[in-house]
């Protein structure tokens, strides 16, 4: 049970929980699911309250809106934290609420911050739920898709709560300077502008809005019976913010992707500024710099060569050097990245070779590309037919390498992106010479005789194609 001081009195309660909203009137922001009307207003008023997950962000008022519900019902309402609690708690809840159930008392149990639990705590909920001894009421700032199991998410209803708005905020500080509550027994001298500034400060949190106000006042300057507000004190309480990031939930993906999908789309600005976002927050250099190595492949590819290169080079730098001077050498390859011709078709060739693999998995190794190190593996054809490329002037053979029910397939399609052109245009020129020379294989002697007169081309046509290469564009 737990027990109270002879010092507890609300006066000494922080803001945010002496400020704590006691009925639905009084709740700010979230009129999707509390105006006039909306399901939500409707299911609290009418006590019919189902099993649910309120998922949002810190600040936005899911406790509270457990206790409102606590106020309206006439169900034992049982508050629970899945930090402070276990098996043993939850098994000791859940038989007492059986027995109230035999006696015809319904109990709802609020848990807040449920993706704490791990599988085995939220299976013990999952038969207790389904027989309606207890509703279940979860809170939860995780996407609850991936932190609740799907057995008893698909018997809850997800409620997405919002960021609150800055006018929400704005007039949840006007009020907290006004009400009993708050400071209304106190003249506080702040301007309107000071407000706003606050509540763009707290980026839709209600409880950090109201926790920066309480501090802005009690850091004021006392001029007899009014406390009033400078600049310089909302600067100095406002100075440093914590960035919304979880590197281990789903704003870490969600940034991730938005550095990579502005890159896609060639936007350094956005890019750069997604960047700023995860380094600034605490997120490991050399995570970002390995997503950025796996989009020089992806997105650009063979359109720019030198891209891979600029990554990896990235990636080393942050290695060696760290945070926070390794921010320039990933900012030069996410410039570089967005800035780059794109293309995807290495991404596109490997997904439909994997397609084919994976529904293909017993086709045979055509015997003319087979190795054959022993006498065996040659009496039994392996390497049978074989053609070496080198021996034949264009470098070329009409030999088939894929398996006989893959002939034709073709999983490599290049773009007309950059460098990836020259690439387009070669595979055309390989293709049209196979085709020309499908059935007409060069003897091996007259390839031979070919190699020996091509071979005096080979040291500057690798000098020409390396140089290629490395051009940005072409």
Known sequence: MEQHSFFDTEASQPLAARLRPRTLDEFFGQEHLLGKGKVLRKLIEADQISSMIFWGPPGVGKTTLARIIAGHTKS?????????????????????????RQYGRRTILFVDEIHRFNKAQQDAFLPFVEKGSIVLIGATTENPSFEVNGALLSRCKVFVLHQLSTEDLKDLLKRALHDPRGFGRQTIDMPSGMLEAVAVFANGDARSALSTLEMIVLNGETEGDAVKITDETLEQCTSRKSLLYDKNGEEHYNLISALHKSMRNSDPDAAVYWLAR?????????????????????????????ALDMAISAYQACHFIGMPECSVHLTQAVVYLSLAPKSNSLYVAYTRAKKDALSMLDEPVPLQIRNAPTKLMKELDYGKGYQYAHHAEEKLTNMHCLPDSLLGRTYYAPTDQGLEARCRQRLENIKAWKKAHEANPPAPEEAKSSARRARSKKRSEDASSSEDALKFYS
Do not use: C, W
């Open 278 to 306: 995860m380094l600034e927050a605490g997120e490991d250099p050399l995570y970002i710099a390995r997503r950025v190595a796996r989009f020089a492949s992806e997105d650009v590819g063979l359109a720019d060569p030198h």
């Open 76 to 100: 034992n309402f049982i508050d629970f934290s899945a930090v402070t609690s276990g098996i043993k708690e939850i098994r000791a809840v859940m038989q007492q609420a059986e027995k109230d």
